[in-house]
């Protein structure tokens, strides 16, 4: 069953808050290597609050790499252009992926939050 709480974002749309205009940006380690380009976001529907950086790694010439759902909890915005994550790149090769990542199910959802320590965010209490 495909989640319908989330939609995929290509473009830096006005709907989104100025601080989460990241497509197009990359993603680099704390080692400062590129990982990847931030492809999409995959928001919540209504409030186009973010939740999954969506990123290929790997692949080359005519291969087509991996695609990831990065939580947005494990990242953070440092610089024009740049996003950083805690991860390394062989630990995130390791992530559970989503089948069509653009239409994540919920089963897939909580698959990825596990593997990066995180509770699903729909079972949270809204903070104040």
Known sequence: MTS???VCVQENIYKLRQQD???GC???DD???ALSRVEALMVEKGTY???YLLVTLGGAVNVQGKKILLPVERCQSVDLGKVKTCWRKESLMNAPTAYDPKKVTLAE???ILDYFDLKPYWTQEPSD
């Open 26 to 28: 990359y993603l680099y």
């Open 31 to 33: 080692f400062d290597e």
């Open 4 to 6: 319908d709480r989330l």
């Open 21 to 23: 205009r990241i497509i």
């Open 109 to 111: 959802e909580e698959r």
């Open 49 to 51: 609050l973010p939740r």
